[in-house]
């Protein structure tokens, strides 16, 4: 199983940045997908993931309405398209599979524990 996160960059508040992962190794369909983010000093924590059961969605609430996951299965991708960016989602962000679970729907699905394969990290900066 692999992925590899890319897409970030240096954005003033209020713009948009699109990211991709691209997944091998896996079917989407048998687990989840999520993204995650951390900053210096503070603990990796989950954004958003997606469920390959029926693609159902989790966001936590400090991105909802402003972000959008998905998942393109022609192309084996996923996608984390950033609305409205404050300086505050300023950080690293990871692409992540868990192929214990198959559903996105509340907080626990995106548990850094049960997410065993991850991407290397793509920097997003929002300036102010």
């Known amino acids: 199983v692999q992925l590899q996160a890319f897409g970030g960059g240096l954005v003033q508040t209020g713009g948009s940045l699109r990211l991709s992962c691209a997944t091998s190794?896996?079917?989407?369909?048998?687990?989840?997908i999520g993204w995650f983010r951390q900053t210096p000093g503070k603990g990796r924590e989950g954004v958003s993931c997606?469920?390959?059961?029926?693609?159902?969605?989790y966001y936590i609430d400090s991105v909802k309405g402003r972000f959008t996951i998905s998942y393109d299965n022609a192309k084996n991708m996923m996608y984390l398209q950033m609305n409205s960016l404050k300086p505050e989602d300023t950080a690293v962000y990871y692409c992540?599979?868990?192929?214990?679970?198959?559903?996105?729907?509340?907080?626990?699905?995106?548990?850094?524990?049960?997410?065993?394969?991850w991407g290397q990290g793509t920097l997003v900066t929002v300036s102010s």
């Open positions: 992540a599979a868990n192929l214990m679970r198959r559903r996105c729907d509340t907080g626990s699905s995106v548990r850094l524990y049960e997410y065993d394969y």
């Open positions: 190794g896996f079917t989407f369909a048998d687990g989840a």
């Open positions: 997606i469920g390959g059961g029926d693609g159902d969605t």
